[in-house]
């Protein structure tokens, strides 16, 4: 049976304009964007990721200013804020008649109903000389609304997605390239692992390798030796040694944290990642090399792990991440116990699983 005219050319003609409306800008067209001779009159800068949002409003700023975007107002919103203030800020005029950036700093972006309708105002007509900024440090599809439709109309919707575990050592090779930093495949990959979920402090480590290495490669040792008296690598180390079975010098590190005033929240978050790792793969039955490509775990450390896998099956890695979670609670306050003892406990569990069980069960 034929099909009804109407509604078949309704669909064509709205298959039309989804396949016209343009894609919302990624970070990676910034450069392309910033590029041209006038800017967009309205920009969305938005995602958890907030190095990433902070750089990019940040290169923005930088242009608007050879513009000749002199004046810079700034507005902070939360759920006090008037959004008749944004109205007014686009009628007053420019006290040196220079070109205006105004900053909506929208920490949830969620501006409500009111404030959508605001910015929705703002973009239907937007003021001349005047070049709006709106910054959010959370973002996701939900947050896309009618506003968010409109900013993509008028200007440049960005959302700043986090990067993949697979893009980090691509970010972070490109960075070191930037500060004039050469390295070998194997630092990259080593400084990733480390500053997972971090790209502050692998950016910050990166800002003190282009310091410290100058004109040499960077290799696994040199990283190694730069970075041996910052704190933030103890936990790394306390758990290099644990999954290699140094039961005695772990347990030394262990004790030096204690004795440093170290928090135990930072170091569970490093032990709880490894130890799904040591899960995962012992889940992975005899495809253990692929499972070491997935996880990006190098030669070098290699050996290490299949001596803890050896002497620990998955149920007792299952059992460590448990333990993890009870230490957790005594450090929030939601358990009785001695955070330390118990961290203690559980090194050596890592260290020589064979012991697992009977410590373990003593928690």
């Not at 049976?1 to 990624?26: H, Q």
């Not at 200013?65 to 959004?83: A, K, P, Q, S, T």
Request: aromatic share 6%.
């Amino acid at each position: 049976m034929a099909g009804n005219p109407r509604r078949c050319r309704a669909e064509v003609i709205a298959v039309r304009v989804s396949y016209n409306r343009p894609m919302p800008a990624r970070i990676t067209d910034l450069p392309r964007l910033l590029g041209a001779s006038e800017l967009k009159p309205v920009w969305l800068i938005a995602g958890a990721e907030h190095l990433l949002v902070l750089e990019a409003a940040d290169r923005l700023r930088a242009r608007s200013r050879e513009l000749g975007y002199v004046e810079r107002e700034i507005h902070d919103v939360d759920n006090r804020f008037d959004w008749n203030e944004l109205a007014m800020s686009g009628a007053a005029m420019s006290l040196f008649a220079t070109r205006r950036v105004i900053e909506l700093r929208m920490p949830t972006g969620k501006p409500g109903k009111e404030g959508s309708a605001a910015i929705s105002a703002w973009c239907a007509d937007p003021p001349p000389d005047t070049l709006l900024l709106i910054t959010a440090q959370e973002w996701s599809k939900q947050h896309e609304g009618a506003w968010y439709a409109a900013v993509d109309r008028a200007g440049v919707a960005m959302p700043v997605w986090p990067l993949k575990r697979e893009e980090l050592p691509g970010w972070i090779s490109a960075r070191m390239k930037m500060h004039g930093v050469k390295a070998t495949r194997d630092a990259i990959e080593l400084l990733a692992e480390r500053t997972e979920g971090n790209l502050l402090a692998a950016a910050q480590e990166i800002d003190k390798l282009a310091l410290l290495v100058g004109d040499a490669v960077l290799d696994i040792d040199m990283l190694e030796t730069s970075v041996a008296d910052d704190a933030r690598f103890d936990a790394f180390r306390l758990t290099d040694a644990a999954i290699t079975g140094d039961a005695t010098r772990a347990l030394r590190m262990v004790g030096g944290l204690r004795a440093e005033g170290a928090e135990a929240i930072p170091l569970l978050g490093w032990l709880l990642n490894q130890l799904r790792v040591l899960s995962r793969l012992a889940h992975a039955g005899g495809n253990l090399n692929q499972a070491f490509k997935t996880e990006r775990i190098w030669d070098a450390k290699q050996a290490g792990f299949k001596r803890a896998l050896q002497a620990g099956n998955a149920a007792h890695w299952e059992r460590c991440i448990v333990q993890v979670g009870r230490i957790d609670r005594i450090a929030k306050g939601r358990a009785d116990g001695d955070v330390w003892r118990e961290i203690e406990r559980l090194i050596t569990a890592i260290a020589i699983p064979r012991r697992g069980a009977e410590l373990l069960g003593a928690a």
